[in-house]
């Protein structure tokens, strides 16, 4: 009976392997990729930092434009921040509710998308990540097709990863790869504190 099983298994496991040969196979294309992490749960920018560690091990020239955010104290920062090929740039001056100011948040976005701008007409970059770029579109502090039309723009071979919540539809029928996080639950919820290493 388990041998008869063992057989059904190995069968199973020999056409899964060819088919998944043949896909591998027929993906022979190489591209820069558009990739946008967006959704609820929590894990966009903490995927997005994990390509920034994958591309630098392959040597890789990272570029990261930290939007929204003004905190320099977190620790992919402290980390990547120091190796010479990252350039790290936070970008924003709190969220919107905290600065209160349309005014000033459009100007700082467009300060932001200035530096971002510069890495996407630079082919040295292989990847440049925009994270939390979502939101300035959403709010719209910067004009969605501008940034849609620099990202589209940008040399062939260079990846971009845009991560925040709310993507909008445009924005993920441009991109090539699309996921989206469901926030199935958080420890916050139950009054935990953001966590060193986790969270920051
Ligand atoms: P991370 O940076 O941890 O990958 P994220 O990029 O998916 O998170 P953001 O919306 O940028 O999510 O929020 C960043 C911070 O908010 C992190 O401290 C994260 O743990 C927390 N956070 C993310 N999702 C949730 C959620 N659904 N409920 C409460 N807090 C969240
Ligand atoms: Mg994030």
């Known amino acids: 009976m388990s041998e008869e099983k063992d057989l059904r298994h190995k069968k199973r496991m020999e056409r899964k ?14 591209k820069g990729l558009l990739l946008v992490l967006t959704g ?14 994958r591309a630098l091990g392959h040597g ?6 930290q939007f929204i955010k003004s905190r320099t104290d977190t620790g ?14 936070v970008l924003g001056d709190g969220f919107t509710w905290d600065t209160q100011d349309r005014q000033q948040d459009i100007e700082t976005s467009e300060q932001g998308w200035n530096v971002a701008k510069s890495m996407l007409k630079n082919a040295c970059y292989d990847l440049v990540i925009l994270d ?7 709010y719209d502090y910067l004009d969605s097709d501008r940034v849609l039309d620099d990202i ?22 441009l991109a090539d790869t699309v996921s989206e996080i469901a926030d199935v639950k ?3 919820q139950d009054g935990i504190q953001a966590q060193k290493g986790i969270d920051l």
């Open 186 to 188: 958080h420890a916050y």
């Open 17 to 30: 392997k060819a088919l998944i040969d043949a896909s591998i196979a027929r993906a022979d294309k190489e």
């Open 76 to 89: 992919e920062e402290a980390f990547y921040g120091k190796d010479p090929k990252v350039d790290w740039h």
């Open 40 to 53: 609820n749960g929590k894990g966009k920018s903490s995927s997005a930092f994990g390509m920034v560690g």
């Open 132 to 138: 939390e770029l979502t939101y300035l579109m959403s």
């Open 152 to 173: 589209l723009a940008r040399p062939d071979m260079q990846h971009v990863v845009v991560t925040g919540r709310n993507a909008s539809e445009q924005l993920k029928e």
């Open 60 to 65: 890789m020239k990272v570029g990261v434009c």
